[in-house]
């Protein structure tokens, strides 16, 4: 409703009434909002539940539902000129790239195609982490050291493969935490997909480890959800990539005694 109010520029006092929505764009000159019978009932049984200790009945709230439903789309539509339906947290992923994958990953998994919607999911991650022409500062683990054959036989390489294997972990922890991000919700989204294995050339190969013909909508949304809070996250971490070119300045330091 204030949103609505706010979108006409209806002027409206800080203390209000619920049913004031019908009366103010009346009063501004606009057509009747709808549903006003449905929301009376509403507000009803949210003044009996909240001020007087009254619960509702289970029927009247699931009927409720729907037509608060109804509500938004139809006040989207007489004041907005927008579909409900249309309407998505993913709108707010800065990245167009980003967003135009998301979307066609939620269009993929909708239509039955679930293994390459849960693809696009790694992939927008990937394209956050990895964006052009700017840096994600992250922590990075050392890169795992190749041994001589005399410690491979002593037993070292499959301890230090755990080490590194532990380090990473640590730092992407850390990394979360410093966006931001909840570590849990982290690792449950690295964990869950297929993984990428990008080659020089800029290309990548998919390694599928199980089938995700299992996965439900609410659980692809909830990965969506994530990944919205993530872009959002590291869109204020962003900083520029400095491209050094052969003309770049050096400069030079000579020692005076």
């Given at each position: 409703?204030?949103?609505?109010?706010?979108?006409?520029?209806?002027?409206?006092?800080?203390?209000?009434?619920?049913?004031?929505?019908?009366?103010?764009?009346?009063?501004a000159g606009h057509q009747d909002p709808p549903d006003k019978t449905a929301m009376e009932s509403l507000n009803t049984i949210r003044i009996g539940?909240?001020?007087?200790?009254?619960?509702?009945?289970?029927?009247?709230?699931?009927?409720?539902?729907?037509?608060?439903?109804?509500?938004?789309?139809?006040?989207?539509?007489?004041?907005?000129?927008t579909s409900y339906a249309d309407i998505s947290l993913v709108d707010l992923v800065p990245d167009q790239d980003v967003r135009a994958t998301l979307?066609?990953?939620?269009?993929?998994?909708?239509s039955g195609d679930k293994d390459h919607a849960m693809v696009d999911l790694q992939l927008a991650f990937h394209k956050m982490q990895q964006p052009?022409?700017?840096?994600?500062?992250?922590?990075?683990?050392?890169?795992?050291?190749?041994?001589?054959?005399?410690?491979?036989?002593?037993?070292?390489?499959?301890?230090?493969?755990?080490?590194?294997?532990?380090?990473?972990?640590?730092?992407?922890?850390?990394?979360?935490?410093?966006?931001?991000?909840?570590?849990?919700?982290?690792?449950?989204?690295?964990?869950?997909?297929?993984?990428?294995?990008?080659?020089?050339?800029?290309?990548?190969?998919?390694?599928?480890?199980?089938?995700?013909?299992?996965?439900?909508?609410?659980?692809?949304?909830?990965?969506?959800?994530?990944?919205?809070?993530?872009?959002?996250?590291?869109?204020?971490?962003?900083?520029?990539?400095?491209?050094?070119?052969?003309?770049?300045?050096?400069?030079?330091?000579?020692?005076?005694?």
């Open positions: 409703m204030i949103a609505i109010l706010d979108h006409l520029n209806v002027p409206m006092s800080k203390k209000r009434e619920f049913m004031d929505f019908w009366g103010l764009l009346k009063q539940l909240k001020h007087k200790g009254v619960l509702p009945n289970p029927n009247e709230v699931r009927d409720l539902l729907t037509r608060a439903r109804g509500f938004f789309e139809n006040i989207l539509k007489s004041y907005c000129n979307i066609e990953a939620r269009r993929k998994f909708l052009e022409g700017k840096v994600l500062p992250r922590l990075q683990a050392p890169k795992a050291p190749t041994l001589p054959n005399e410690l491979r036989r002593a037993g070292w390489e499959e301890y230090l493969k755990q080490l590194h294997s532990f380090l990473q972990s640590n730092a992407s922890i850390t990394n979360a935490l410093m966006l931001g991000i909840d570590p849990l919700r982290y690792s449950d989204f690295t964990q869950t997909g297929p993984t990428l294995q990008w080659n020089m050339a800029g290309t990548y190969t998919v390694m599928f480890w199980q089938s995700y013909d299992t996965v439900s909508l609410e659980r692809f949304d909830d990965l969506i959800a994530f990944l919205i809070d993530y872009a959002l996250k590291v869109s204020e971490a962003y900083i520029p990539k400095i491209v050094r070119t052969p003309n770049s300045f050096v400069p030079h330091y000579e020692r005076v005694e």
